[in-house]
């Protein structure tokens, strides 16, 4: 059984930081890449950064780029988001997805975690 569990999430004043963390279990983690999607209140669910299951390749959405960084601890079947200079345009539901092509694509998901930025 697959299961994503997403900590980390909590009230933040702007410009400040957070790392918000992904522990998946029931999954050869190694082989999965791995992503941070967000949902903010009436707003669809956008990726917010990814990284590959094979050599690190990572991909930031533009809002993320240069202020977030995502990365993976295989050994601790771990994946991070460290978040600096958050906005108030950050606050979202942050979900960790969990990606595999095995006869076509399979995506796992976690249950989110809240961020908040406001004074």
């Known amino acids: 059984q697959v299961q994503l569990v997403e900590s980390g999430g909590r009230l933040v004043q702007p410009g400040g930081s957070l790392r918000l963390s992904c522990l998946a279990s029931?999954?050869?983690?190694?082989?999965?890449?791995m992503g941070w999607y967000r949902q903010a209140p009436g707003k669809e669910r956008e990726i917010v950064a990814r990284?590959?299951?094979?050599?690190?390749?990572?991909y930031y959405s533009d809002s993320a780029k240069g202020r977030f960084t995502i990365s993976r601890d295989n050994a601790k079947n771990t994946v991070y988001l460290q978040m600096n200079g958050l906005k108030p345009g950050d606050t979202a539901v942050y979900y960790c997805?969990?990606?595999?092509?095995?006869?076509?694509?399979?995506?796992?998901w976690g249950q989110g975690t809240q961020v908040t930025v406001s004074l």
């Open positions: 029931g999954v050869t983690f190694s082989s999965y890449a």
């Open positions: 997805n969990a990606q595999i092509y095995d006869n076509g694509w399979l995506n796992y």
């Open positions: 990284i590959t299951a094979v050599g690190g390749g990572t």
